[in-house]
């Protein structure tokens, strides 16, 4: 999947929805429907809110551990979502298995083209469901270093779990801490959130870098080569190419001379011990044993033919034979009754031309002495064949002869050869073991010396390897140089946040300390400073409520307003869990509904807030009751299960 950046084009708000329009928790017979804006979900304790805040974090992100027993009745997660401006049926089970496969089937109007449906692992940094929703709404998803300052470092993944937890804000959460700051490991990727949102470090940076920290690992592992390569040839006399090119050509000539001196110890061999005449003798020998040999096989196949022709030649004559017979035997037959019907039958009744018993002219057939005198061409044939066979019997048994006479010949002539070539090996052969050793020596010197030449240029190519990739590196250096924002850029939208968070927490009449309220946020720490106090310094929890709903709104409203990478939702559980429902706190809670109000009709469907409470203000109802999504009873829980039935429901159904 693709995945622009953020300087690659302008992109409109809607780009970064993340609305959830319905969502269904199959197996606990639970289906909510949400809008854009703001959604409340109320009820007593212990009636599912916190757990439907945290199914709703597994539906988008990775499944919490430590769920209620009751979800174990849920076994998938349905809901349509608007991710990026588009509508898409999802459907997950609930597992903390990083490869559950997510099911999205595409929404589209009537008549368009057909809809898309895929299926992903749940969690994953490549091709996955949260990779999909941070891809679809154009936010990045990147591998970034540990620190900053250290770019080469090992990277870690920016995942959607990590955007959700500037979205996702538990009760748990809301009254101690900023997105979880108080985890070492969150607290590492809500820095990296919040650079990544505010222009402190792009994607392109985080490609770059990426490149940057594998090139770094070639030039490590180049280095370590070309200090093996170093010890190795300091122990070699060869310390040059050139050297060793030299090298190389003094033993292709000792090779030469080497082999001249064979050739000419041979032709010595030749001259002195007759040895030529003897090799000549042989060959010429085995070439006519060949011929023989060929000439054998030949009157054997010869031979095989004729014996099969006499063979058919002798059932011929036999054939013949038998149809002589037959035709003195077998057909003159005098009839004096009819064999059919037993009547007399006279020869007189019928002419010479006709057969009397059947009353027909009798059809020509071959007279006897044609058939003896085809007998008798036949064995003039077996005849001759005979005498043939006989001739070749003659002729095969005369090469046979031959051959083997050639055979006790060639014998003769290998045995008076070795002999010779024996005699001149021992008179040789100190020397010929001298010219062998030496011969092997020199080859084994050169192989030796070309092993070398490859090392020393392979040598060469890294150190030129290792230069291009020092080139690579400074080049991407400088880019990343020119792609990191300027202090006063990423400062402007920080000081966007830190007025927004003024004016909202001005609108929650938080009480302040000192000359006035007044609101910073840390360069280092990326966390609010409310007058001079740190977040972990307010002692209040009910006040570190304020703040965080105020901070959290700060920034989803500031990102929206800035095109800033940030999905869409924003979900708050927990909003008077340390009030009081009397004077000064009472107020402040109604504050915080009318903020979220205001907020909701000012920015309509860019942001859906999902507001998770036990108790609203019963003065702001008449308000709030059109933004009422779920309402959670004790005899009507988030979890149902299937053998309870409200009598209000069975009501309904009816």
Known sequence: MSMPTQSAQVLEPEDRRLTIFAVDFVGGDRRVSLGPGLNLVHGNITTGKTTFVRLIRALLGTVPSGLPEETEVVSDIRARLNVGGQLWEISRPLSSTRTAPVDLVEVLDEGGREPRTLRLPAVGSQASFGRFLLDQMHIPAVSVPQARSKPTESLTPVTMSDWLGYCVVTGDEIDAQVFGHHHPFRDQKRRWVFELAYGLYDAEVARLVAALKRIDTRIGALDREEELQKQFLAETPFSSSEALVRRIAELDSALAENAAQSIEDVSEAVATFNVGKLREDLLLNRAKARQVADAVRKNDGQLKDLTDLLGQLKSQFSRLTRAIISDEWLVDFDFVVCPRCGSDVEPARATDDCCYLCLQTPSRSSSRESFLAEQDRIVTQIQETESVIASRRESLSSLRALYAELSTQEEILSTQLNSRTQTFVSDRESQIAESASRRAYLAAERNKAEEYLRILERFQLTFSSRQELEEQKAEIEDQIARRELTESASGHYIELLEDRLL???????????????????????????????????????????????????????????????????????????????????????????????????????????????????????????????????????????????????AAEAD
């Not at 929650?508 to 609101?519: E, I, T, W």
């Not at 008449?622 to 409200?646: A, G, N």
Request: net charge negative.
């Open 503 to 649: 004016g909202y927490l001005s609108q929650l009449n938080v009480p302040y300390f000192g000359a006035g309220l007044s609101v910073t946020i840390n360069r280092k720490t990326y966390l609010p400073e409310i007058s001079g106090r740190t977040f972990d310094e307010l002692s209040s929890q009910g006040l570190k409520t304020l703040v965080n709903v105020a901070h959290s709104l700060a920034h989803h409203t500031v990102a929206i307003d800035n095109n800033l990478p940030m999905p869409g939702l924003l979900v708050l559980d927990g909003l008077s869990a340390n009030a009081g429902r009397r004077g000064f706190d009472e107020d402040r809670i109604r504050d915080v509904y009318q903020l979220l109000m205001d907020v909701s009709e000012e920015y309509g469907d860019r942001l859906q807030i999902i507001a998770v409470d036990n108790d609203p203000p019963a003065d702001l109802w008449d308000k709030l009751s059109v933004t009422e999504v779920l309402h959670l009873t004790q005899e009507d829980k988030l979890i149902r299960f299937p053998s309870v039935i409200l009598p209000s429901q």
